[in-house]
């Protein structure tokens, strides 16, 4: 059984930053894929960034390519989600999970609750 509990979502300018933190529980963490997604109102949750076990490989929805990264550290058993130049469409609720396979949450897959983003123009 795995927890996940994320952190750092707030109120942000348009051009701002917010780096979301991802807490989990539970000795599996290490070994999965780990995502980030996220919904914006009346829309559907989407895939935004995901990184595997290691921490070398990772890759990104084209929404935000070049201004997200997403790293890990094992040993905190935390993610993270570094987010630069923010943009009001970035507006919604960031859930991390995992694990995942490509850029998809099956259905044995873990959810935190999910933190509120709100980028303002």
């Known amino acids: 059984q795995v927890q996940l509990v994320e952190s750092g979502g707030g109120l942000v300018q348009a051009g701002g930053s917010l780096r979301l933190a991802c807490v989990a529980s539970g000795r599996t963490f290490s070994s999965y894929t780990m995502g980030w997604f996220r919904q914006a109102p009346g829309k559907e949750r989407e895939f935004v960034a995901a990184?595997?076990?290691?921490?070398?490989?990772?890759y990104f929805a084209n929404s935000v390519k070049g201004r997200f990264t997403i790293s890990r550290d094992n040993a905190k058993n935390t993610l993270w989600l570094q987010m630069n130049s923010l943009k009001t469409e970035d507006t919604g609720i960031y859930y991390c999970a995992g694990p995942i396979t490509g850029i998809v949450a099956g259905p044995g897959a873990y959810w935190g609750q999910g933190t509120q983003v709100t980028v303002s123009s």
């Open positions: 990184i595997d076990w290691s921490g070398y490989s990772d």
